[in-house]
C-alpha cells in the first residue's frame, strides 16, 4: 500500500511539474512574441518622413506640427487654387457640392522627391463624414506603393470614414493605425490639450 501511495504522488508531483513546464513555456512565447511585436512597431525610428496636410481652421495644421515636429519630419501643406470660403456654412456647402461630385480639386505646389520617404502621414479635418477632396488630389498625384501611410484626422466628433478612406486610397502601400483628435473649437484652440494623445499613439505606432 505505501508503495502504491508513493507511485500515486510521484505520478502527481510529475504532473504538476509537466503543468508548470507548460505554463512558463506559453509564458516565455508570450514574452517572445510581445518582444517581436513591440521591435517591428519600433521600426519606424530613424526612417525619412513627411507630414502632408489640409487644414481649414487650423487644427489639423496645429496637429501636423506637433507631429512632425515630434518624429523629426518635413512638412508639405496642401493648399487648393482655390481658396475655401472662411465662413464655416458656406464652406461646408461647396465641400458637399465637391463630395457629391467625387471632384479633385487643384492644389498647389508639389513634393520634392516624394520618393525619399519611407513614411508619410496624411491628415486632414472630417468634411462630410471624409476627408475634404483635396487629400485625394494629393494621394493621386503620387506613386505611395511600398511606403508607410499613416492617417490622422481632427473632428467635432469623430473620425466616420476619413481614417478608413486615406488607407483604401492608398492600397499599394503599408500602414499604421490612424489617430481622430476630437475638438470642439476652431482655430488651433485648446489642442495643446491633445498633445498627451498624440505622443501616446505615436509611441504605439513605432516613434
Not at 506559453?26 to 507630414?51: A, C, F, P
Not at 481649414?56 to 518624429?71: F, L, M
Request: net charge neutral.
Amino acid at each position: 500500500m505505501k508503495k502504491l501511495f508513493a507511485t500515486m504522488a510521484a505520478m502527481l508531483l510529475t504532473a504538476v511539474g509537466l503543468s508548470a513546464c507548460t505554463a512558463k513555456a506559453k509564458q516565455v512565447s508570450n514574452e517572445t512574441s510581445q518582444t517581436e511585436t513591440k521591435q517591428e512597431v519600433m521600426s519606424l525610428k530613424g526612417k525619412k518622413v513627411l507630414v502632408a496636410y489640409f487644414s481649414w481652421s487650423g487644427n489639423t495644421k496645429y496637429a501636423a506640427q506637433y507631429i512632425a515636429k515630434k518624429v523629426g519630419a518635413d512638412e508639405f501643406e496642401i493648399i487648393t487654387e482655390k481658396a475655401y470660403p472662411t465662413e464655416y456654412q458656406p464652406c461646408t456647402e461647396v465641400a458637399k457640392t465637391e463630395k457629391e461630385a467625387n471632384a479633385r480639386p487643384a492644389i498647389m505646389g508639389k513634393v520634392e522627391n516624394m520618393e525619399q520617404y519611407d513614411v508619410v502621414f496624411i491628415g486632414a479635418p472630417v468634411w462630410w463624414y471624409t476627408g475634404p477632396m483635396a487629400i485625394y488630389t494629393f494621394m493621386e498625384q503620387y506613386d505611395l506603393k511600398g511606403k508607410t501611410v499613416i492617417p490622422f484626422c481632427t473632428a467635432y466628433s469623430g473620425p466616420s470614414q476619413t481614417l478608413k478612406d486615406i488607407v483604401k486610397s492608398t492600397p499599394d502601400s503599408d500602414h499604421r493605425d490612424g489617430i481622430c483628435i476630437v475638438t470642439k473649437e476652431l482655430g488651433g484652440q485648446g489642442m495643446e490639450s491633445k498633445m498627451a494623445k498624440i505622443d501616446k499613439w505615436l509611441g504605439e505606432i513605432g516613434f
